[in-house]
């Protein structure tokens, strides 16, 4: 570690590199994330493409930065997708699926994530596997979801991870219940994909909540999902996203499914995770 530490200060990208990888790896107590970060911001600003982008997640998860910062790890991760990186593919579908620092857009999003680069990394086949399973951005396809979900499972990603995707298959797959003859039926959840928490106010810890309305498609899925209000701007998006990816068995009334527009409240705690 001492030999990475001398070669690092004499500006050795390599060394640099090196040196925030066995930190982060070594633990994370308080005085190794100030070096981590200290270091990781050292090597970008030099031009590591790797260090870029590993600052870019800090700073995506709540890491303190001026606008200028913010600005700045946009602009690296955009390079780094521009140039073939599997990571930039990633992070660059990501900020523009949470609307971090740009205009939210999904179709942006979707084709980072299936680009050739992008279908590379890990964590872009696991956003691809809900996508495809609630048509966001692509056609709903539970073939292609299931294909998707197959090779995020080779890479041999949390258990936990796992279960959630497969939980959204069964979810998305469910045949509806029969519609009743007559009578009323309340609607019911069949999947409700949680808000993800904006990284920008992780420090802050600020709590608060989105109102979206949305409607329903003859299978349950939600469509033409519109913000109506959000006590914090980086709700609102976060709101939606999580939205376009919840299905219902419809309320029935009359012999008539209920799909018309309707309201919901998403609230955000500063509890909840953060993306990885």
């Known amino acids: 570690m001492d030999l990475y530490r001398a070669a690092a200060n004499k500006d050795n990208l390599y060394?640099?590199?090196?040196?925030?990888?066995?930190?982060?790896?070594?633990?994370?107590?308080p005085e190794d994330l100030e070096e981590v970060w200290s270091w990781t911001e050292r090597g970008a600003r030099q031009g590591s493409?790797?260090?870029?982008?590993?600052?870019?997640?800090?700073?995506?998860?709540?890491?303190?930065?001026?606008?200028r910062d913010r600005a700045q790890a946009v602009h690296w991760v955009r390079d780094a997708h521009t140039k073939g990186s599997s990571e930039g593919?990633?992070?660059?579908?990501?900020?523009?699926?949470?609307?971090?620092?740009?205009?939210?857009?999904?179709?942006?999003?979707?084709?980072?994530?299936?680009?050739?680069?992008?279908?590379?990394?890990?964590?872009?086949?696991?956003?691809?596997?809900k996508m495809y399973a609630f048509g966001l951005a692509v056609p709903r396809?539970?073939?292609?979801?299931?294909?998707?979900r197959d090779q995020f499972a080779a890479s041999r990603p949390p258990a936990a991870m796992l279960q959630d995707l497969d939980r959204v298959l069964e979810a998305t797959t469910a045949d509806l219940d029969p519609a009743p003859e007559s009578g009323k039926r309340p609607q019911r959840a069949l999947w409700q994909e949680p808000p993800v928490y904006p990284g920008d106010l992780r420090r802050s810890r600020v709590s608060g909540s989105a109102r979206v309305q949305y409607a329903l498609d003859a299978q349950g899925f939600t469509r033409d999902v519109t913000?109506?209000?959000?006590?914090?701007?980086?709700?609102?998006?976060?709101?939606?996203?999580?939205?376009?990816?919840?299905?219902?068995?419809?309320?029935?009334?009359?012999?008539?499914?209920?799909?018309?527009?309707?309201?919901?409240?998403?609230?955000?705690?500063?509890s909840a995770g953060l993306e990885p």
């Open 15 to 29: 060394a640099i590199e090196r040196l925030v990888r066995l930190l982060e790896q070594r633990g994370a107590s």
């Open 49 to 67: 493409t790797t260090l870029q982008l590993t600052y870019a997640r800090h700073v995506m998860n709540g890491r303190p930065a001026a606008a």
């Open 89 to 129: 593919a990633y992070l660059w579908g990501r900020l523009h699926l949470l609307g971090w620092q740009v205009e939210p857009n999904v179709e942006v999003a979707a084709e980072a994530f299936q680009s050739e680069h992008g279908r590379k990394h890990p964590m872009a086949l696991r956003h691809l596997v």
């Open 141 to 148: 396809d539970p073939h292609e979801a299931r294909t998707l």
């Open 227 to 270: 913000l109506l209000e959000a006590s914090h701007p980086e709700f609102g998006p976060a709101a939606v996203t999580a939205v376009r990816q919840w299905r219902f068995d419809p309320e029935w009334e009359g012999g008539v499914a209920q799909l018309g527009p309707r309201e919901t409240t998403v609230r955000f705690t500063p």
